[in-house]
């Protein structure tokens, strides 16, 4: 228990970077009007202004996983923290839009690099068993992020709307009350300085270690996350794989079943961008104030969202480990088909005169959001932090990262514009459609990974031809917890 709890600690730390990630991505859906007012935004430039940070966050994943290779997975979340901080004070203090996009670009940075190193970091941290709800742990961290951002949002609307016109100091004023977007965006300073504070508290990675050469600090740090007798056999296999693999990290990515591992992550991660979830997440508030409800009421709807989101996220933790990464997805995107296509039946109705009560947009959204993060919200980054051999495993997750926000990055840009010329129905129709080979990729393409260890996975993309040398591997394996 002792170790279980160290564990959660480390993952917890490692997890504040996905809190950050889901903060800095959603607290722009309470800004998106005020923003665009202040500062006579069209529809283009709105797109610009949400999707800027994402262009950040394609640059992050890119560097991300070679600096983490080369100098540890430890100082790239220091990287990150620092990064949170200085765009969070940068975007308060703003005084014109350029540097308003500079800053959200910074920020977008640390997204990229907290979204592939924080599961990374934790997936090399924990053991087989528990890999799957500790990975998903950041993944509740992210959606924790997105509900304290509603949170902050309608907090903050609430308490602009109660001291309008009262008399107080010039700055505060500005900030809390007349443009409240920078209070929204500056809160995010707090968690990004506990994080940084946080992250020295914390080993590096032991595969990392033995990569490395650093044999006795690994076994030093494995021993008090699974015990002396895990320890032995897992630094064993993981030795024998290193010293087994070819020296390039790079032309491993070209070999059959690794390559096969890569393009079915890129797959993966580019796909479900296209799945609506994002949309929803960034826009949600948008798409209420259209149905006829309030500035406030809106909030209000997406802090609803956002609880959902992370209750949704909990069972997912709960059940990653219990019944399978696939089986989660094959139920999770059904649900998601289904109350897409719904949601824009209920558009369609409403632009032929049958208005319909926004609660009945709210429960789709909700089904919607729920059968989302349960599903492959919860799955992405485990699968992403666990398919890849050690040698590339941080190369290979910024090639999946950087699909993953550059598809992120097009839904933000895109979304205004296909809102105003597609309709409402016809995005969410296209969402539900682009659900259906997100489904016939993991059953086609994607192995269990439920229960087996890095090695085991590893050797599982190495396929067939690999198996005389895995044979000897095990063997060796055998030898060696003998001795």
């Known amino acids: 228990m002792k170790s279980f709890g160290y564990l959660i600690f480390l993952s917890t730390v490692a997890a504040l970077g996905g809190f950050l990630f889901g903060y800095d991505t959603a607290v722009i859906s309470g800004t998106i009007g005020s923003v665009s007012a202040q500062f006579g935004l069209n529809e283009v430039q709105t797109g610009w202004y949400v999707g800027c940070a ?48 500079v800053y959200r670009i910074i920020g977008g940075v640390g997204i990229g690099v907290a979204s592939i190193i924080s599961p990374l970091y934790i997936s090399e941290i924990a053991i087989a068993r528990y890999r799957g709800t500790l990975v998903a742990l950041y993944q ?74 650093k044999d006795e600090a690994a076994r030093s740090i494995m021993s008090r996350t699974c015990g002396v007798k895990e320890t032995v056999q897992q630094l064993t296999e993981l030795k024998l794989l290193v010293r087994n693999e070819v020296k390039s990290d790079w032309r491993l990515l070209l070999q ?3 390559r096969k591992a890569v393009l079915t992550g890129v797959c993966l991660a580019m796909l479900g961008q296209f799945m609506g979830v994002n949309a929803v997440l960034y826009y949600g508030p948008t798409i209420f104030e259209q149905t006829g409800l309030s500035a406030g009421d809106s909030l209000l709807y997406q802090v609803i969202v956002g609880a959902v989101n992370v209750a949704a996220t909990l069972l997912g933790m709960w059940l990653i480990d219990k019944i399978g990464r696939k089986k989660l997805v094959y139920w999770g995107v059904s649900g998601m088909i289904i109350t897409l296509f719904l949601t824009g039946l209920y558009f369609i109705m409403n632009d032929a005169g049958e208005t319909w009560s926004p609660l009945v947009l709210l429960a789709l959204i909700l089904v919607y959001i729920f059968s989302c993060a349960v599903s492959i919200c ?9 398919m890849y051999p050690a040698r590339i495993r941080g190369a290979a997750m910024s090639i999946a990262g950087f699909s993953l926000w550059t598809g992120t990055y097009l839904i933000g840009q895109l979304t205004p514009w296909m809102m105003k010329n597609l309709s409402h129905a016809g995005v969410f129709w296209l ?44 063997s060796e394996c055998r030898d060696a917890r003998r001795v």
């Open 54 to 101: 994402l262009v950040g966050s394609v640059v992050g994943v890119t560097v991300a996983g070679r600096l983490s290779d080369r100098f540890g997975r430890k100082p790239v979340l220091s990287l990150s923290a620092v990064l949170f901080s200085l765009s969070a004070a940068g975007c308060m203090l703003s005084t014109d839009e350029t540097q308003l996009v």
């Open 378 to 386: 919860v799955v992405i980054f485990v699968l992403l932090s666990e």
């Open 431 to 474: 969402f539900g459609v682009m659900c259906i080979p997100y489904l016939l990729i993991v059953w086609r393409l994607l192995p269990e990974t439920t229960g087996k260890s890095l090695e085991d996975i590893e050797r599982g993309w190495a396929g067939p031809s690999s198996e005389s040398r895995d044979a000897r591997r095990a």
């Open 140 to 213: 509740l961290a992210i959606t924790t992020g997105f509900l304290g951002a509603y949170l902050v949002n309608y907090a903050i609307l609430d308490y602009a709307s109660a001291a309008a016109g009262a008399e107080g100091n010039r700055l505060w004023e500005m900030v809390f009350i007349t443009e409240n977007w920078r209070a929204m965006l500056g809160m995010e300073t707090f968690p990004a300085l506990l994080f940084l504070v946080a992250v020295f508290f914390i080993p590096e990675s032991p595969r990392w270690l033995v990569i490395h050469g």
């Open 256 to 258: 059959p079943g690794f």
